[in-house]
């Protein structure tokens, strides 16, 4: 079956819950002027907790064909974790998706390989669908080990797991290098890690696994390169930052096909 593409917008810690009124209804008209066919790839806005409720309600009562996703969520179930918000919670406000080991997480909270596979499984067994951030930095790139190093991080991220869980989530292969720099990675570059992250799903679970993981590529993706991208076998959509600010962007890169 093929792999529906799925274009996820980060909007990390931008954008309160007033301002996010606007940007998601600029974003529904620019689509609608765009005649975007929702049956031919998906949009999924990943906005802070605190616009959850807000972006909730504008999906529920326009009619919007948006999926709602988190930036993060606790590997926990509940009690004295200050600060953390649930799966729980998260599945009680609608949300469907939540980004999980986000370099920037990993970066700034320490977020280990163990901490992301314990987020991923929570996120799973809530009914989520983790979006599972793997990529290596520049001095990784420049030493030739950006295969191995993002594979390692895609095994601890997935240690556990059911083939069936794995066929439902979303692997984000984020080189750091090409992150909020405009730094692209070339094409060819992003689909030589996402084809090795697919061959190691079916290595380590089987074909119909690996054949049914989506996996997007994230790193300075805007309205024009995103055709590109998109175009490699593998690389089934793209995880946004700055551009998913823009709602002409977004919208473009939402209608790439
Ligand atoms: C990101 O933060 O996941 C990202 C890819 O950011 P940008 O598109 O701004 O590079």
Known sequence: MARKPIMAGNWKMNIDHVEATGLVEKLHYTLVDREWDPAKSEAVLCVPFTDLRTVRTLIDGDRLHFGLGAQDVSAHDNGAYTGEISTAMLSKLGVGYVIVGHSERREYHGETDEIVNAKATKALSAGLTPIICVGEGLDVRKAGQHVEHTLAQVRGALAGLTAEQVASLVIAYEPIWAIGTGEVATAADAQEVCGA????????????????VRIQYGGSVKSGNVAEIMGQPDIDGALVGGASLKPEEFAAIVCFY
């Open 197 to 212: 992250i697919r061959k190691e799903v079916a290595a380590l679970y089987d074909e119909p696994t690996a054949e049914a």
